[in-house]
C-alpha cells in the first residue's frame, strides 16, 4: 500500500481562554485525532462550528491561529514530524509543500496588489520557478479553473474581479508551486450556487489532474459528497466517525452523523400579506460613482411586517447593491424607497437616528464586519449605547441576554473575533443587530458561514423573532435550502434586473424562465455523483461532447 503523504497521531490542540472574573485556564479544542491521507486523495472534514475542522487544517501546516497551541500528537508529512521541525524549514514547507485555500478570498488577497503578484508570490519564494514560468503556471491555472481572460485577469486587482472568479484565483494561489497537500477550508461557502457549482467541478478537474492531496473542510455535506473520497466527522474537537464518503452519506453509523445528513428540518407556511408594506422599492435605478453603468434597474418591490423576502441570484446579479441603496450607501440615481409609512431619505447621513435603529444590516462577511481590537462585548454593546442610552449592569445583562439568544452564552463577552470560529462570528453580528430592536433587517449571507445544524438554530431563532417581534427580514442568500425554509415572497434578481417576483408558491412553481431553472438546478444534491450528472446534463443542453 501507498505511504500516506500525511500522517497525524494523537493530535491534541488547545488554548488558554481569560473567562470574566476568573483566573486563565488551558482548554483542549482538539482531542487526540488519528488520521491518514494518501497521495491525490481527497478528505472531508465535516462537523458544527467549532468542531475543530479549520484548526485541524492548519495543524497540517504546523500553524495554531489566534492564540492556539498543538500541545501533542504528531504530524508527518512526506515522513518527517513537521511539529519538530526547526521554523526555519516550516517556512519552506508552508507555501511548498502544503498550501491553504482559506473561506474569504476578499479577506485573504491584498488589495493593494495585482493578482499575479499574489498567485506567483510562493512560487517564486520557494525557488521552484522563475518569475515567467511562475506566471506561465498562473495562466495555465487561470485557464483550467475556468477564469475569464485568463492571460490579462492577472493584472487586475482584487476587487475588480467577483467573488468567484477571486475564489479561483485562490485556488490558483494554492496549486501554483506545485505542493504536495492543499487545505482547503470552506472554499465555496460565500459563493451563489450557480458559481459553486463551476469552482467546485474547477477543484475537483485541478485536484484530479495535478494528483494534489487535499483537506476538504466544510459544513456542507452536499458539497463535500461531489469532491470528497472519505470523510471525518468532527464534534467539539474529537471524531465522532470516518468512512467512505458513500458510507457517511448513505450509511452513518452514529446519531450526531445521521443528524447532519438528515438537517435541513425547518418548516415554513408561506404568510399572505394583510398589512401596508414596512418597506416599498419603486423603480429603483443605481449606478457607482464614475461609472455610466446602470447596476440596477427598474427595481420594485415590497415587503410586509412579519414577512421575509429572499432575493436569490448569482454573483454580481445586483443583490448586495439592492442592500446598499436600502441602506443609504448607494444613493439611486432614479425611484424612491418608503420604509414604515415614510421617504427614505436615500442618504445615509440626512436619516434619522429612528432611521438608522429601525433597520439593521447583517452583513455577508463576518471576519471584515466587525473591529478585530473589540471584544464581543464591547461590539454588541456599542447600539445599546447609541440608541437606548445603556450602561453599566444593565447593559451587561441586555448583551448576556443577546448572547444567549444567539446560543453562545456566557465566557464570550471578553473574547476577541480572532478567538471565535466563522459561525460564532456571524452569530455575534447577528446579536449586534438585534440590539438595535430593528422592524427590518437586511440579511447579507447570514448563515453562509455556518454548518447546517447552527444554521438551522440560527434561522429558527429569526423566525422566532421575526414572530414575536413582527419583524421584516430582506434574505440576501444564493442558498435555495434557506430561501424554501425561511421566505414568504421571492425576488430572482440577474445583471441587475428582477426576472421573478412574487409569493414563494408561484415563484417555485414552473413554468421557469431559462435563469431561474439554472439556479434551482444548481442546488447541490447529497448523493454521489451528483455534480458530474448536472455537468452532464449542462453539456448535453448546449450541444457539446
Not at 162 to 183: E, H, N, Y
Not at 356 to 369: C, K, P, S, V
Not at 525 to 537: A, F, H, I, K, N
Request: charged fraction near 25%; aromatic fraction near 6%; glycine fraction near 8%.
Amino acid at each position: 500500500m501507498t505511504e500516506p503523504l500525511l500522517k497525524v497521531r494523537g493530535l491534541r490542540i488547545g488554548a488558554t481562554i481569560h473567562p470574566p472574573g476568573e483566573k486563565s485556564r488551558h482548554i483542549d479544542i482538539v482531542h487526540g485525532v488519528d488520521f491518514d491521507l494518501a497521495p491525490g486523495r481527497v478528505l472531508g472534514l465535516i462537523g458544527e462550528s467549532g468542531a475543530g475542522k479549520s484548526t485541524i487544517g492548519l495543524a497540517a501546516m504546523a500553524y495554531g491561529r489566534g492564540g492556539v497551541r498543538i500541545t501533542g500528537g504528531t504530524v508527518t508529512l512526506n515522513g518527517r514530524d513537521i511539529l519538530s521541525t526547526p521554523f526555519r524549514d516550516v517556512r519552506r514547507l508552508r507555501g511548498g509543500e502544503v498550501t491553504y485555500v482559506s473561506q474569504s478570498a476578499a479577506a485573504s488577497f491584498n488589495p493593494a496588489k495585482q493578482i499575479m503578484e499574489q498567485v506567483t508570490e510562493a512560487a517564486i519564494f520557494q525557488g521552484k520557478f522563475t518569475r515567467k514560468e511562475a506566471e506561465d503556471r498562473a495562466i495555465a491555472l487561470f485557464r483550467k479553473l475556468g477564469l475569464p481572460g485568463p492571460d490579462t485577469i492577472g493584472s487586475r486587482y482584487p476587487h475588480q474581479v467577483s467573488g468567484g472568479q477571486l475564489q479561483r484565483c485562490m485556488t490558483a494561489l494554492a496549486l501554483c508551486p506545485q505542493p504536495d497537500l492543499v487545505v482547503f477550508d470552506e472554499p465555496t461557502t460565500a459563493l451563489d450556487v450557480t458559481t459553486q457549482i463551476d469552482v467546485l467541478a474547477a477543484i475537483k478537474e485541478a485536484i484530479r489532474d495535478t494528483g494534489v492531496a487535499a483537506l476538504y473542510i466544510t459544513h456542507d455535506l452536499a458539497v463535500v459528497a461531489q469532491v470528497a473520497d472519505d470523510i471525518m466527522v468532527l464534534q467539539q474537537g474529537r471524531m465522532v466517525e470516518m468512512g467512505t464518503t458513500d458510507q457517511i452519506i448513505n450509511a452513518p453509523k452514529e446519531d450526531y452523523t445521521r443528524a447532519l445528513v438528515s438537517v435541513r428540518s425547518i418548516t415554513h407556511d408561506e404568510k399572505t400579506p394583510t398589512q401596508t408594506p414596512v418597506l416599498s422599492v419603486t423603480d429603483i435605478t443605481a449606478r457607482y460613482s464614475g461609472t455610466d453603468f446602470d447596476v440596477l434597474k427598474d427595481i420594485t418591490v415590497d415587503l410586509h411586517p412579519g414577512q421575509t423576502l429572499a432575493v436569490v441570484g448569482e454573483s454580481g446579479s445586483g443583490k448586495s447593491t439592492l442592500a446598499r441603496v436600502i441602506t443609504g450607501l448607494l444613493p439611486p440615481s432614479a425611484g424612491q424607497i418608503t420604509f414604515a409609512g415614510r421617504p427614505l431619505s436615500p442618504d445615509l447621513a440626512a436619516r434619522s437616528k429612528t432611521d438608522l435603529r429601525e433597520l439593521q444590516m447583517i452583513y455577508q462577511i463576518a471576519d471584515t464586519a466587525m473591529n478585530p481590537r473589540q471584544t464581543v462585548g464591547t461590539i454588541i454593546g456599542r447600539p445599546l449605547e447609541f440608541y437606548f442610552g445603556l450602561r453599566g449592569a444593565e447593559k451587561q445583562r441586555r448583551i448576556q441576554e443577546l448572547l444567549d439568544a444567539i446560543e453562545l452564552g456566557k465566557g464570550f463577552q471578553d473574547r476577541y473575533p480572532a478567538e471565535l470560529s466563522g459561525g460564532q462570528k456571524q452569530r455575534v453580528c447577528i446579536a449586534r443587530a438585534l440590539a438595535a430592536e430593528p422592524r427590518l433587517i437586511i440579511c447579507d449571507e447570514v448563515t453562509s458561514a455556518l454548518d447546517p445544524l447552527v444554521a438551522d438554530g440560527i434561522l429558527k431563532l429569526l423566525l422566532s423573532l421575526q414572530k414575536s417581534e413582527d419583524m421584516a427580514y430582506l434574505f440576501i442568500t444564493h442558498d435555495l435550502a434557506t430561501v424554501r425554509a425561511i421566505a414568504d415572497s421571492i425576488a430572482v434578481m440577474y445583471q441587475g434586473r428582477v426576472l421573478r417576483y412574487g409569493p414563494k408558491s408561484q415563484a417555485l412553481s414552473p413554468p421557469f424562465d431559462d435563469y431561474t431553472d439554472l439556479l434551482l438546478s444548481s442546488v447541490p444534491e447529497m448523493r454521489l455523483g451528483w455534480l458530474e450528472d448536472v455537468l452532464d446534463s449542462r453539456k448535453m443542453e448546449s450541444g457539446g461532447n
